[in-house]
């Protein structure tokens, strides 16, 4: 099982960035997908999470700015981040477990991508 995710970048305080990450050779049940990040010196975060439903739960930190989304059939999911601020620089990575359900750790996810770093400054 591999996920990559993709489209970080810089942007300015206020901008948008749109991340997506594909999930291949998955063949099993139901998968969850959650998005986590990590900022410099710190630990990896929750960030939000899609379940294979298509319910969705986000960290307090990003709610009403980002938006987590899926395509089940082309096996890619999708962070909308909207009113960036420059805390919300990190190193974005998107995870997988092998159940239908969300969970906000990331000790139950069980495949990871490689991250992509977003950067938000003037």
């Known amino acids: 099982v591999q996920l990559q995710a993709s489209g970080g970048g810089l942007v300015q305080p206020g901008g948008s960035l749109r991340l997506s990450c594909i999930v291949s050779?998955?063949?099993?049940?139901?998968?969850?997908v959650g998005w986590f990040r990590q900022a410099p010196g710190k630990e990896r975060e929750f960030v939000s999470a899609i379940a294979w439903s298509g319910a969705t739960y986000s960290a307090d930190s990003v709610k009403g700015r980002f938006t987590v989304s899926r395509d089940n059939a082309r096996k890619t999911a999708a962070l909308q981040m909207n009113s960036l601020k420059p805390e919300d620089t990190a190193v974005y990575y998107c995870?997988?477990?092998?159940?239908?359900?969300?969970?906000?750790?990331?000790?139950?996810?069980?495949?990871w991508g490689q991250g992509t770093l977003v950067t938000v400054s003037s």
């Open positions: 050779g998955y063949t099993g049940t139901p998968y969850a």
């Open positions: 995870a997988a477990r092998a159940y239908s359900s969300i969970s906000y750790s990331r000790d139950e996810y069980n495949y």
